[in-house]
């Protein structure tokens, strides 16, 4: 695995954070050192499409990166007549996913899309993926993506949402920020390197608290929403249509 070390030397004009061929090259190690309770979300998203996803439906994964969620679902699927649709906007994610998908054995088959998710048809789908994804779209585009999942969502579909939290009371904000700081700090990553993400990041990711997750996902029409995971300032909720 391929270590990042995109901000461990001073850069000194640092641009927006995007997911370039720099980041597709360290991604997996970027976000098991970044996100904690990552690997945990993976696994569950198995677990969830394993209850969910009905024969002759599809699955999407909106913002797949190099596949991780979509390789979890494929492998705990046992349902006939399956397809998984990944889609990401990166050309170097779309491309590295591909390869990663094909090294693995499976008869469910997979389309990888390089569009913007804001683009793509969702019909006849189980199940649909946001890991972490939904954070990067401008917040005025959130609730009509979420319209359209919920429209191309069959009864009893489910939507994951993985999500970075900001929390409504102040200090709790501040302390699990720190938290997630120093948990960066004990993977390996220097003051640098965390000061420098933080900053490239403060323009494309802008995020929601729970509570303003849950409103929207009940204003859509979902009947059934949780917050199933939360470690420090990350976590995951799910939907049922």
Known sequence: MNKDMIYSAPIEKLGDFTFDENVAEVFPDMIQRSVPGYSNIITAIGMLAHRFVTANSNVYDLGCSRGAATLSARRHIQQ?????????????????????????????PVEILCDDIRNI????????????????????????????????????????????????????????????????????????????????????????????????LKNVGFSHVELWFQCFNFGSMFAVK
Do not use: W
């Not at 585009?141 to 009864?155: C, F, H, S, T, V």
């Not at 700090?185 to 403060?202: C, H, V």
């Open 80 to 108: 006939p007549n399956v397809k998984i649709i990944g889609v990401d906007n990166s050309p170097a994610m779309v491309e590295r996913c591909r390869q990663h998908i094909s090294a693995y054995h499976s008869d469910i």
């Open 121 to 216: 048809e969702i019909k006849n789908a189980s199940m649909v993926i946001l890991n972490f994804t939904l954070q990067f779209l401008p917040p005025e585009d959130r609730q009509l993506l979420l319209e359209k999942i919920y429209q191309g969502l069959n009864p009893n579909g489910v939507l994951v949402l993985s999500e970075k939290f900001r929390f409504e009371d102040e200090s709790n904000n501040e302390l699990l920020i720190d938290l997630h700081h120093q948990f960066k700090r004990a993977n390996g990553y220097s003051e640098l390197e965390i000061s420098q993400k933080r900053t490239a990041l403060e323009n494309v990711m802008r995020t929601d608290s729970v509570e303003i997750h849950k409103v929207r």
